[in-house]
């Protein structure tokens, strides 16, 4: 008997339900899972599979597949066919779909979830090859915000990023992909679409109003600069961060984000590297007019240049400096950089950066930094690279009192703003 097309996915059905059901004989006489490693060992080789099988569909490469054809499903059936007729190659290519689905079957019973395991969720005997069912990303992207907003787990940067970073992602993935259909493919795809999408794509004129898939159809004539290597890891720790919560919460037995960063040199272009101020550099902006002639309007911008150069702090901290955060430790004045409990806008950039910084005595007194804050305090008004396990006093010992850039801030002390 000849192979012909509507045979195919009876066929197909009839191996699956069969093997369907010897993997369950195989359980039942098989006894107790040795160890947790055991099973994941199993799992392990399920997704291994997976990967293959995915990878045998894009290269339309079926030998592997042709021995079970051949051997277990064709001369079963005393069918004979022609290895290079459209009905032979449909037939392997219709079964390496139903693969897909049929793997990760097996994956939920190996976990013992039979909810769904009738053989027709993955291939009708007159339809075609079903898709996996289960939670949509979108639905489930929607409970981790929620459970970690309730949770108070995220500052409101934090959300932004991550609302951004998703907004982009389902665009190019689909918000109603079932969870248990991700892959590696998925996670691929997402990473090779962020390669190609144009950088500050969102002050773009002629990108304005156009979907992900749209911008990157309309970036293959524009050729406008694309998104930076650390830009696209942003959004794959994001997924990551997502996937390992999914499989925490047992939507997901892989985080398929993992290892999915692009891999970055350590050693830096010449260009990026942050240079240092030389003394030339310092006397150059210390003796611009603005400080030679007292001509800042506001203290912050005279003071955050000199509060850069004595405490080594990042300018963000420095900018969000209030009041209460400048306060004299062991009888020395500190800047004390820490997160605000109150406001979670204010942060800091790691917990490793909430430290006690003595001032060096040119600022807090020849300059009157500390005259400076109080007067400040006397007005009612606020103010919107040393280690934590030093002392404030082995710090200002140590460290603050050998400063020396040999450039000459004397003309400072004539400023308005010192008094």
């Not at 291994?48 to 079926?62: H, T």
């Not at 277990?72 to 007729?85: C, F, H, M």
């Not at 210390?286 to 506001?298: G, M």
Request: charge should be negative.
């Amino acid at each position: 008997m000849e192979l012909k097309a509507e045979q195919i996915n009876g066929l197909i059905h009839t191996y699956m339900e069969e093997a369907l059901e010897a993997e369950e004989d195989e359980r039942i006489m098989a006894g107790p899972v040795e160890s947790k490693e055991h099973h994941d060992f199993i799992m392990q080789g399920f997704e291994s599979a997976e990967i293959e099988i995915k990878d045998s569909l894009m290269g339309s490469d079926y030998k592997y597949i042709e021995p079970i054809i051949d051997n277990e499903i064709l001369k079963p059936n005393n069918i004979e066919a022609d290895k290079d007729s459209y009905e032979y190659k449909k037939l392997c290519r219709e079964f390496t779909k139903a693969q897909i689905p049929f793997i990760k079957l097996q994956m939920q019973r190996e976990r013992g979830e039979y909810s769904e395991v009738d053989i027709e969720k993955i291939v009708s005997p007159q339809g075609q090859v079903l898709a996996p069912s289960g939670p949509t990303i979108g639905s489930l992207i929607d409970k981790w915000f929620e459970e970690n907003t309730r949770a108070k787990l995220w500052k409101p940067r934090t959300h932004k990023q991550y609302t951004g970073h998703f907004t982009v992602m389902m665009q190019i993935l689909g918000e109603d992909t079932p969870v248990d259909s991700i892959d590696h493919s998925k996670v691929r795809h997402i990473k090779d679409s962020l390669l190609k999408l144009p950088a500050g794509m969102n002050r773009k004129t002629i990108f304005k109003g156009k979907t992900i898939p749209e911008i990157l159809e309309i970036n293959k004539d524009e050729g406008v600069e694309t998104l930076n290597v650390n830009t696209i890891n942003g959004y794959i720790i994001t997924l990551g961060a997502f996937f390992k919560w999914c499989v925490g919460n047992g939507y997901m037995t892989t985080n398929y984000a993992d290892g999915a960063k692009i891999k970055v040199s350590n050693k830096k272009r010449p260009d990026e590297i942050r240079k240092a101020f030389t003394p030339e550099h310092l006397e150059k902006l210390f003796n611009a007019p603005e400080y030679t002639e007292d001509q800042f309007k506001e203290s912050y911008q005279f003071w955050l240049p000199v509060l850069g150069l004595y405490t080594g702090a990042r300018i963000n901290e420095l900018s969000q400096l209030r009041l209460d955060d400048i306060k004299e430790i062991d009888g020395i004045p500190c800047l004390v950089l820490q997160e605000d409990s109150q406001n979670k806008e204010l942060s800091i950039k790691n917990t490793a950066s909430m430290r006690k910084v003595p001032l060096h005595a040119f600022v807090a007194k020849e300059l009157n930094f500390m005259g400076h804050v109080q007067a400040m305090r006397d007005k009612g008004e606020t103010m919107g690279r040393y280690g934590k396990r030093y002392s404030v006093q082995v710090l200002y010992n140590n460290a603050v009192l050998k400063l020396d850039y040999s450039v000459d801030l004397e003309h400072l002390k004539a400023s308005k703003w010192t008094e």
